[in-house]
């Protein structure tokens, strides 16, 4: 018996339902890629990136990780980044959390989480710096939920201080870094008002992103 053979039988119904909408729908994909879009969200299964917004297969460069975290030592996340950029030529990246995220969570319990403690230490260091306003939230929930939103902010100022986004920006390369949060008890997304389309738009934006967060506690 083949290992997993509902998941197969799931996707051969799934490639027969798309043939059916558009029979050359796969020999359209395989011929190319052009996504407009690069998704860095979070690794959770709950949050799907082409299926919350809506877009087929081939029309967003998605990469994931625990808490959706942009680290300037990450070689993996900044490979998809040069190459979305530099290859792609995507238009638009989209760093996307999500509220009650079990990353974040783990990030504010003093517990030992193991090995991804060390990855976790980056929200930490988030928290820290607000800190004087995330201790006045009483209620964890939402407490965590700022969290998120904070994390968020600080991962679209990370990418638009790497290198490759700056270098591109130098050239004339149109790109626009967006912060969004995703609700999984509405399946609805909120845009964090911090869009970042040059270098010398990102200290006026990020300020008036965090302000906004932080006035909201």
Not at 142 to 149: A, D, Q, S
Request: contains cysteine.
């Amino acid at each position: 018996m083949k290992v997993l053979s509902q998941l197969f039988e799931n996707n051969r119904n799934w490639a027969q339902g798309i043939v059916e909408k558009d029979p050359d729908f796969f020999k359209k994909l395989s011929n190319q890629q052009t996504p407009e879009y690069l998704w860095i969200g979070c690794s959770d299964s709950r949050v799907p990136a082409n299926e919350i917004i809506g877009l087929a297969p081939g029309e967003v460069f998605v990469h994931r990780n625990i808490a959706n975290l942009v680290i300037h030592t990450d070689m993996n996340c900044l490979s998809v980044l040069q190459y979305a950029i530099d290859f792609l030529k995507v238009k638009h990246i989209i760093v996307c959390g999500h509220y009650d995220c079990g990353g974040v969570k783990g990030a504010m319990d003093n517990s030992s989480q193991g090995l991804v403690d060390n990855w976790l230490r980056h929200i930490r260091d988030i928290y820290s710096k607000y800190a004087v306003t995330l201790d006045q939230i009483s209620d964890m929930k939402r407490r965590t939920n700022k969290l998120c939103e904070l994390n968020v902010i600080e991962q679209v100022a990370n990418v638009c201080h790497t290198t490759i986004v700056q270098e591109a920006w130098k050239r004339g390369q149109e790109i626009s870094v967006h912060g969004w949060v995703y609700g999984l008890e509405n399946g609805l997304l909120r845009d964090l008002h911090v869009c970042v389309r040059a270098a010398d738009e990102l200290s006026a934006i990020y300020r008036m992103a965090v302000d906004e967060e932080l006035e909201e506690k």
